[in-house]
């Protein structure tokens, strides 16, 4: 496992032809699904360590749920998008690139469980926490990305795939993580919920009303509710 | 369909694929339990590896795809010289002691790729603890152990692929035979065009036994016994 990790940070170029050629790709999908449950878990404890008890194993399972949840509704995707834009990759190899991709982004999740942790240790505030969180997703996000542009090759519509891939992946890890929201709490609720109770909507249908109230502000926004936000932001920004 | 049918439908085609795996698997030991559990949650990721066929299996069911190949062809063979003077140069006892030396090297070839199969006999983990030690400076002693061994694998994989590639062309070296045989049969062509084939068969066939006995007595592919 450890070599493969090695292999993913190091050279994953090396990685995805061997994927790409479908050669010892079982091990390589067994050791990237343990990559991801083990990055997420940690990550998503560490993130739900912000409020402490049980959100930090709710937090946990949730954000392993979400990146493999992900993943797999995104793989049938990935394998079609593949094939349409003129690379007819057989399912093990598509499987497998996705899962080694997911499994950099859990690697460079897991590097930045210690510097959340510490923040979140030292006080961090609820914002710091978020954009710390984020920007440890978007460095993830980047790291996959690469090894995604890698694995395709320099062959045609190389960006036309990753960008439609990309698209779908975003909207439905989007989704995903907006279903299975808090992850890291809320302090003025005693006991933070697995599920957040708040009838919202979609995460699509939340960015359409963000935009129209944006465009025109005119009252509550439809779907919106009146209840408390569920960010705490009020409850420890200074 | 709502959400609960759509994850009730997920979960019994997880199971579904999990009790698949488990038949699949040659032995029921924890690895197997561990990959059917992991695949009822994660089929559409974990299926199309754990259902794969072993390579082994695979490269098994090649040599007797081609074991079947040259059984057909010795029967034909057979059947277009019998009651012919031809048979003198194809008789059906050469047909069984040809059939029986290929049989010896596919059993042969079976070995070898269950060996394969086995941990501790994949090139691909060898050359992965190879760059392991190498990328984080092992000792000269274990890196040059790991070369050793990585090298004796690959040895071994490509002594594999020339004899399963010697019998491909045995099998189609006896469909040569069968249809010389037929025409000259038919066709009252002379039958010493057959008469080569089968001498170059034998000599093919001694060639892969060669190969082969090199290899139990203890010094495969060159490789010197510890």
């Given at each position: 496992m450890i070599t493969l990790?090695n292999r993913?940070?190091?050279?994953?170029?090396e990685?995805?032809?061997d994927?790409?050629?479908?050669k010892g790709v079982a091990p390589i999908?067994a050791n990237?699904?343990?990559?991801?449950?083990?990055?997420?878990?940690?990550?998503?404890?560490?993130?739900?360590?912000?409020?402490?008890?049980?959100?930090?194993?709710?937090?946990?399972?949730?954000?392993?749920?979400?990146?493999?949840?992900?993943?797999?509704?995104?793989?049938?995707?990935?394998?079609?998008?593949?094939?349409?834009?003129?690379?007819?990759?057989?399912?093990?190899?598509?499987?497998?690139?996705?899962?080694?991709?997911?499994?950099?982004?859990?690697?460079?999740?897991?590097?930045?469980?210690?510097?959340?942790?510490?923040?979140?240790?030292?006080?961090?505030?609820?914002?710091?926490?978020?954009?710390?969180?984020?920007?440890?997703?978007?460095?993830?996000?980047?790291?996959?990305?690469?090894?995604?542009?890698?694995?395709?090759?320099?062959?045609?519509?190389?960006?036309?795939?990753?960008?439609?891939?990309?698209?779908?992946?975003?909207?439905?890890?989007?989704?995903?993580?907006?279903?299975?929201?808090?992850?890291?709490?809320?302090?003025?609720?005693?006991?933070?919920?697995?599920?957040?109770?708040?009838?919202?909507?979609?995460?699509?249908?939340?960015?359409?009303?963000?935009?129209?109230?944006?465009?025109?502000?005119?009252?509550?926004?439809?779907?919106?509710?009146?209840?408390?936000?569920?960010?705490?932001?009020?409850?420890?920004?200074? | 369909?709502?959400?609960?049918?759509?994850?009730?439908?997920?979960?019994?085609?997880?199971?579904?694929?999990?009790?698949?795996?488990?038949?699949?698997s040659p032995a029921?030991n924890l690895r197997a339990?561990?990959?059917?559990?992991?695949?009822?949650?994660?089929?559409?990721?974990?299926?199309?590896?754990?259902?794969?066929?072993p390579r082994a299996a695979r490269s098994r069911?090649g040599a007797?795809?081609?074991?079947?190949?040259?059984?057909?062809?010795?029967?034909?063979?057979?059947?277009?010289?019998?009651?012919?003077?031809?048979?003198?140069?194809?008789?059906?006892?050469?047909?069984?002691?040809?059939?029986?030396e290929v049989l010896r090297v596919a059993a042969r070839l079976d070995e070898l790729g269950a060996l394969a199969a086995e941990a501790g006999f994949d090139a691909e983990a060898s050359a992965g603890k190879l760059r392991e030690l190498e990328s984080r400076g092992g000792s000269d002693r274990a890196v040059a152990t790991a070369r050793l061994q990585h090298e004796s694998m690959l040895r071994l994989q490509q002594l594999r692929a020339a004899d399963e590639r010697a019998l491909?062309?045995?099998?189609?070296?006896?469909?040569?035979?069968?249809?010389?045989?037929?025409?000259?049969?038919?066709?009252?062509?002379?039958?010493?065009?057959?008469?080569?084939?089968?001498?170059?068969?034998?000599?093919r066939l001694e060639g892969l036994g060669a190969a082969f006995d090199v290899g139990a007595g203890g010094a495969v592919g060159g490789i010197p016994p510890a």
């Open positions: 990790f993913l940070l190091r050279s994953p170029a990685v995805a032809k994927c790409r050629a479908d999908a990237a699904i343990a990559a991801i449950v083990v990055g997420t878990l940690f990550f998503g404890g560490a993130v739900g360590s912000w409020q402490g008890g049980r959100q930090i194993a709710f937090a946990a399972i949730k954000l392993t749920l979400v990146g493999l949840g992900t993943l797999v509704v995104c793989v049938p995707a990935f394998h079609a998008i593949t094939a349409v834009f003129g690379r007819p990759w057989a399912l093990r190899p598509a499987i497998s690139i996705m899962l080694i991709a997911g499994a950099r982004f859990s690697l460079i999740l897991l590097a930045a469980t210690p510097v959340l942790w510490l923040a979140i240790n030292l006080g961090a505030p609820y914002h710091l926490v978020k954009l710390l969180a984020a920007l440890a997703y978007a460095l993830g996000g980047l790291a996959a990305l690469g090894l995604l542009l890698r694995s395709l090759g320099k062959g045609r519509d190389q960006l036309a795939t990753v960008t439609v891939f990309v698209g779908v992946f975003l909207l439905v890890g989007g989704q995903a993580a907006w279903v299975l929201r808090p992850y890291i709490g809320d302090p003025r609720h005693g006991t933070t919920p697995f599920f957040t109770n708040e009838r919202e909507g979609g995460v699509a249908y939340q960015l359409y009303v963000s935009a129209r109230q944006l465009v025109a502000p005119t009252g509550p926004a439809p779907g919106s509710q009146t209840t408390a936000p569920s960010s705490v932001d009020e409850a420890r920004s200074p | 369909m709502s959400l609960r049918d759509l994850l009730l439908l997920y979960g019994i085609i997880g199971i579904a694929c999990a009790i698949a795996v488990l038949r699949r029921r339990m561990a990959s059917a559990a992991a695949t009822i949650p994660l089929w559409p990721l974990w299926a199309p590896f754990a259902l794969g066929a069911s007797a795809t081609t074991t079947a190949r040259i059984d057909k062809a010795l029967a034909d063979a057979v059947e277009a010289v019998a009651g012919t003077p031809m048979s003198d140069v194809f008789s059906p006892k050469i047909a069984t002691r040809i059939s029986a491909v062309d045995l099998a189609e070296l006896l469909e040569v035979l069968r249809s010389q045989l037929l025409l000259a049969r038919y066709a009252g062509s002379s039958a010493e065009g057959a008469g080569a084939i089968v001498g170059e068969v034998w000599a």
